[in-house]
């Protein structure tokens, strides 16, 4: 008797260990597939612009042609693009954002908390066709009736405000993507400034510092934090492609100036990739890919990195 | 000396009370100026979407330039399905990965798994479009629904992963303590206990990939391209309401802009809704574990 119910609970035991097993593995393959995915874009994107990358060699990367006629491809002023309208983007957003955060997690009434939490997430929600459609009929003319000739007029002196005021170009893609990455920025400096202990603020008010001393203590001690936000509304800006493409101007050229038109690496593929004839064309718009995704893959993994050991480094404490 | 030393502090801590004034007023200009263009979008679009907004939208095929009326009909089905055919790939992937990550955490895979999510969500939307492009466009020879919603389902994948994990970690670890205290076997207990108590979270956390993929036009500019008719077919091009309103809003002409308008309006009142209803449901939650 007593022996059949010991073989009888190592039977049950037995059988719940392979359910178990089963259903662990199973997560285990959805979870594995992620892995997968990311490595086969990788490998695709390398596979498909072997062609470019064997007739161009590094010189791709700085070369200014971008042909299609002629089958001459040079990804430099799309680099040039992404990379002058994103910083334009972070110098404007990056103030903004500290401010609404110090706002939401030191200032602001739990009302307004709430309200503008919600409105932020919102932000961060609406599809890139709607800030692009609004960039084209609103900011653009804006820009060019009045922020330009503002700017011509005041700081014309500066080559990068000289030229003509079109509207179109990478002043205007950069506030666009301002206004795009400044949710990111403002949500999780919000969350690292939290994590630093209240305590940290009452000792500072304890030895007679006004309020606003007691927000930089906070935020000096929250700059890794805050480093890795920022670094991570970059790693946003410089794959945005959809608001990007409909305000920048769309010309591949290189111009001191901020008002005149540009290209970036994401619009080009947009642009030009459903048009694009003959395989070196494809290939070469591929590789343009495979940089932006280079690009973002090393800006995203050093933000992570970033929150990561700041996160573990406030639990510690 | 003593009334010197005074006076001196005393200007100086007078500066510093400015200065900490003048800082704070700043920060509440910052929060007025993130706020702002959301507020002006959002009425902008509604203003210019919802007068241009009515039945024929929803009911008629795209018109021809110069002919008035029509509607986006043909693209709010194929938005339907493109969405349907990325929720197929993202959400079980998504959901089960969350669980891996959340309640095998003991494993190395875990933590590797975690970061790779991170990465696939940092990968700009274009590129996920390339992907599809090579994977599904090229072999099929044809622009086609199933590379325009499996690219979709790739995008959505993060969100999920990440809304699962951080449900599940929110449910107590006394409740799946108590479960596998009676018996119940772990597997049971992932699925009947710790996911039915992170239930809301995880449909809302749903939800929003829904409405953001829904919303996402790069991936789709190459894979389900575009159509000015009715198509049900999968495996041939495909209207969506993102890329329609792309296409109009480049066109010239100002018929088609009011249609675009009318389109973005429907996008930003989908996102609305949805986030408002995440809102509501992760109070909820909130106030249920207090």
């Not at chain 1, 706002?103 to 307004?112: G, Q």
């Not at chain 1, 609004?134 to 000289?162: D, E, K, N, Y």
């Not at chain 2, 274009?126 to 389902?153: Q, R």
């Not at chain 2, 929110?170 to 119940?184: C, D, Q, T, W, Y």
């Amino acid at each position: 008797m007593n022996k059949e119910i010991t073989v009888g609970i190592k039977e049950i035991k037995a059988r719940k260990k392979l359910s178990d097993l089963f259903f662990e593995n199973l997560t285990l393959v959805f979870a594995l597939m992620i892995i997968v995915l990311v490595v086969f874009i990788i490998y695709e994107m390398f596979m498909d612009s072997k062609l470019s990358r064997e007739i161009f060699g590094f010189g791709f990367i700085f070369s200014q042609d971008w042909n299609p006629v002629k089958d001459k491809f040079g990804a430099l002023t799309f680099v040039y693009g992404t990379l002058i309208s994103s910083i334009i983007a972070l110098a404007i957003s990056l103030p903004v954002s500290i401010g609404v955060a110090v706002y939401l997690s030191e200032l602001a009434a739990n009302v307004f908390k709430t309200a503008i939490s919600f409105l932020i997430e919102i932000l961060a929600a609406i599809p890139s066709i709607v800030y692009g459609f609004w960039g084209i009929f609103v900011l653009a003319p804006f820009m060019r009736t009045t922020v330009q000739p503002f700017l011509q007029s005041t700081l014309g002196f500066l080559p990068i405000f000289q030229g003509n005021a079109v509207g179109f170009g990478l002043l205007t893609a950069g506030i666009i993507l301002a206004i795009m990455v400044t949710p990111i920025i403002t949500a999780i400096t919000r969350d690292v400034l939290k994590a630093i202990p209240t305590s940290q603020r009452e000792a500072a008010y304890a030895l007679g510092a006004t309020k606003w001393e007691a927000i930089k203590m906070a935020l000096l001690n929250a700059k890794g934090g805050i480093l890795g936000a920022t670094v991570l509304g970059l790693g946003r800006a410089v794959g945005e492609t959809m608001a990007v493409t409909m305000v920048i101007g769309n010309k591949a050229q290189i111009k001191a100036s901020l008002f005149e038109p540009s290209y970036s690496m994401a619009s080009v593929i947009a642009n030009e990739f459903a048009e694009a004839s003959g395989g070196l064309h494809i290939s070469s718009l591929i590789e343009v890919g495979l940089i932006l995704f280079a690009v973002t893959f090393i800006i995203n993994s050093f933000a992570r990195l970033l929150i990561y050991s700041f996160t573990r480094k406030t639990e510690a404490k | 000396m003593e009334d010197y030393y005074l006076k001196v502090s005393k200007g100086h801590t007078d500066r510093r009370k400015l200065k900490s004034r003048l800082m704070i007023i700043l920060c509440y200009v910052a929060a007025a100026m993130a706020i702002l263009p959301l507020l002006y979008i959002f009425f902008y679009t509604t203003m210019q979407g919802a007068s241009s907004l009515n039945i024929d939208f929803f009911t008629e095929l795209p018109k021809p330039v110069g002919e008035s009326g029509g509607g986006m009909a043909n693209a709010i089905l194929g938005t339907l399905i493109l969405v349907a055919l990325g929720s197929v790939i993202g959400i079980p992937v998504g959901i089960f990965a969350g669980i891996y990550i959340t309640e095998y955490s003991k494993s190395i895979f875990a933590n590797v798994i975690k970061f790779v999510t991170d990465v696939l969500s940092g990968i700009p939307s274009i590129i996920i479009g390339i992907f599809a492009y090579g994977l599904i466009v090229i072999p099929m020879k044809s622009f086609s629904a199933y590379a325009g919603g499996f690219a979709l389902g790739v995008l959505m994948i993060p969100t999920i992963t990440r809304i699962t994990e951080e449900m599940l970690k929110l449910v107590p670890h006394s409740l799946r303590e108590a479960a596998l205290a009676l018996g119940i076997p772990r597997w049971k207990t992932t699925l009947r206990i710790v996911l039915r108590t992170a239930q809301s979270g995880i449909i809302t956390g749903v939800l929003l990939a829904i409405a953001r993929a829904a919303g996402e036009t790069a991936p789709l500019l190459f894979t389900s391209f575009g159509n000015s008719f009715w198509s049900t077919s999968l495996d041939s091009p495909m209207a969506s309401i993102p890329v329609q309103i792309f296409n109009y809003a480049i066109s010239p002409y100002d018929e088609w802009h009011s249609k675009a308008w009318a389109g973005a309006f429907v996008l930003i009142s989908l996102v609305f809704i949805v986030s408002l209803i995440v809102r509501l449901a992760t109070r909820n939650k909130f106030s249920q574990t207090a």
